[in-house]
């Protein structure tokens, strides 16, 4: 039996890239998969949404979510190793990045009209680069133990 996709719509997507899947009531829903942009080590930008919270959940795999504190003209870099079927809620106008592993599969949740017009992108510096990856290798080290 066949239900209406006036009751029930569903979405998903099973490639490397970043696709939404759900448009409704002025809400996105996306799929990101390991792609160009969230290669593990590849954290040279970082972007943030003037108009929305942006909700991540991981489902499969492994990532790290990046979040640059902004005080002042400091930059303060925190790295958060994602659990999975946790949601995460990068407030409005907060430095974001993530990265996955290859296999690594993440919903999110944004408004959607989410769209370069009304966000920002960064390209961090050397250091802060290097202190990210620092970060990311020293909870790796510490979760091995």
């Given at each position: 039996m066949k239900?209406?996709?006036?009751?029930?719509?569903?979405?998903?997507?099973?490639?490397?890239k970043f696709q939404p899947v759900i448009q409704?009531?002025?809400?996105?829903?996306?799929?990101?998969?390991?792609?160009?942009?969230?290669?593990?080590?590849?954290?040279?930008?970082?972007?943030?949404?003037?108009?929305?919270?942006?909700?991540?959940?991981l489902t499969l795999g492994k990532a790290d979510l990046i979040i640059i504190e902004e005080k002042g003209n400091t930059f303060i870099p925190h790295v958060i190793p994602m659990k999975q079927n946790v949601a995460y809620n990068i407030k409005k106008s907060v430095w974001h990045h993530v990265n996955l592993s290859e296999d690594a599969h993440i919903f999110l949740f944004e408004k959607a009209d989410t769209s370069t017009e009304n966000s920002d992108y960064m390209t961090l510096s050397p250091e802060v680069q290097e202190a990210i990856m620092r970060m990311i290798k020293d909870l790796r080290s510490k979760n091995k133990v």
């Open positions: 239900i209406s996709s006036a009751l029930v719509e569903t979405g998903s997507c099973f490639e490397q409704t009531s002025g809400w996105r829903v996306a799929v990101l998969r390991q792609c160009a942009n969230v290669m593990p080590g590849d954290i040279q930008r970082v972007e943030r949404h003037n108009e929305t919270d942006e909700v991540f959940i």
